[in-house]
């Protein structure tokens, strides 16, 4: 008697691989039986751990990015970018950087960005520059370069003239720090990764180049700016931020961020950056930090303050390079979340080594 198989209808597969463990619900039971082991003997700790996350977040959220005028320059450079675009800014730059561009064999459009960046927003920058790579046809590559060329720029307008302040204070010339900091990495930084992690690039001619300029009304774009500002503030960098500051409170809660903080404040002064606005820079906002940074006087060694300086003239904090850049860029681009990211990190790594190298060697010949 020859028996025959039969096989299993869809639905017994699916109960049937529903009765394997997977490995989130092995998670899942550990946080069930771990919470309530804390409701149980220590009714507190969950509560307490809320209330340091809360603590660690609402100064951020609200006393940076809403009560104070961080929130406010955001919008602001939202609408002085489209005002510039508007007014052709972008076109003209275009035709000041494609005979170099053209040299490096490069889409000229990568450096809008970082220009938009200096002179308005990181968050603006991606929402004004991205479609510009796009109907440039800028390749992914050439679109990487732009996210890692404008992280070397300063994120406000704000940032860049706090920081010049600072200089001045220390008695620090510094025109030849912003030229070679600030400028400079706009032509260097494209070339040199187009020679090395990101070769798919292309010699675009201007006659090849669309126009950026829009047609859009003065009165229209005044007000569509301001309404995308707003949105901009509210729906993608106050909820990045306050995810990055919840984690922080939760590592402060479980007694993991002092470690954190000493270490990277060690690694901060081998980097010749000085340690207490170098973690505002990297963690809250670098327009704070360079404003502490002119309020120091002479309580620090000066030869940290050049590279604080090109630390917070940067793409940080790390909210807006784990959090703001990739939304921004994965919405306005051919490119995901992940490929913004990695190349934000790749420009967050050259700015750093940029703070350390100026910090050593420029500085002695300034102060």
């Not at 204070?169 to 992690?197: D, E, H, Q, R």
Request: aromatic share 10%; hydrophobic share 55%.
């Amino acid at each position: 008697m020859v028996e025959q198989e039969k096989e299993l209808s869809p639905s017994m597969q699916k109960a049937s691989s529903r009765l394997n463990w997977h490995f989130y619900e092995v998670i899942g039971i550990l946080l069930v039986t771990g919470s309530l082991a804390l409701l149980i003997f220590s009714p507190n700790s969950l509560s307490g751990l809320f209330d340091t996350m809360i603590n660690e977040v609402k100064p951020i959220v609200v006393d940076i990015f809403l009560t104070s005028e961080v929130g406010i320059a955001i919008i602001v450079s939202v609408i002085v970018g489209r005002i510039l675009e508007r007014l052709g800014f972008t076109d003209g730059l275009i035709r000041i950087f494609v005979p170099v561009m053209k040299w490096f064999k490069i889409n000229p459009s990568v450096i809008i960005p970082s220009v938009y960046n200096i002179l308005g927003d990181i968050n603006a920058a991606g929402r004004i520059a991205g479609p510009i790579l796009v109907n440039a046809k800028a390749s992914k590559s050439e679109q990487k370069i732009a996210v890692a060329t404008m992280i070397q720029s300063p994120q406000s307008f704000a940032t860049f003239v706090l920081g010049l302040i600072a200089l001045s204070a220390f008695g620090i010339n510094a025109f030849p720090i912003v030229l070679i900091s600030i400028f400079l990495p706009i032509v260097l930084v494209p070339f040199l990764l187009s020679k090395t992690i990101y070769r798919d690039t292309n010699r675009v001619e201007l006659k090849d180049l669309p126009r950026f300029t829009p047609n859009t009304k003065f009165l229209q774009t005044l007000f569509s700016s301001a309404k995308e500002g707003t949105e901009l503030l509210f729906l993608i960098i106050i909820p990045a931020v306050a995810a990055v500051f919840f984690f922080i409170g939760a590592l402060k809660f479980f007694g993991l961020w002092g470690l954190i903080e000493s270490g990277l404040a060690s690694v901060l002064i081998l980097f010749s950056i000085e340690p207490g606005t170098g973690i505002v820079s990297i963690l809250a906002a670098p327009t704070l930090a360079v404003a502490q940074l002119a309020e120091l006087g002479s309580t620090i060694d000066p030869h940290l303050i050049v590279g604080s300086f090109i630390l917070a003239n940067s793409g940080l904090p790390l909210s807006v390079i784990f959090g703001q850049v990739p939304v921004t860029w994965a919405d306005t681009t051919d490119l995901n979340e992940k490929e913004v990211i990695w190349a934000a990190i790749i420009g967050m790594i050259i700015r750093i080594f940029t703070a350390c190298l100026l910090g050593y060697f420029l500085t002695p010949l300034l102060v």
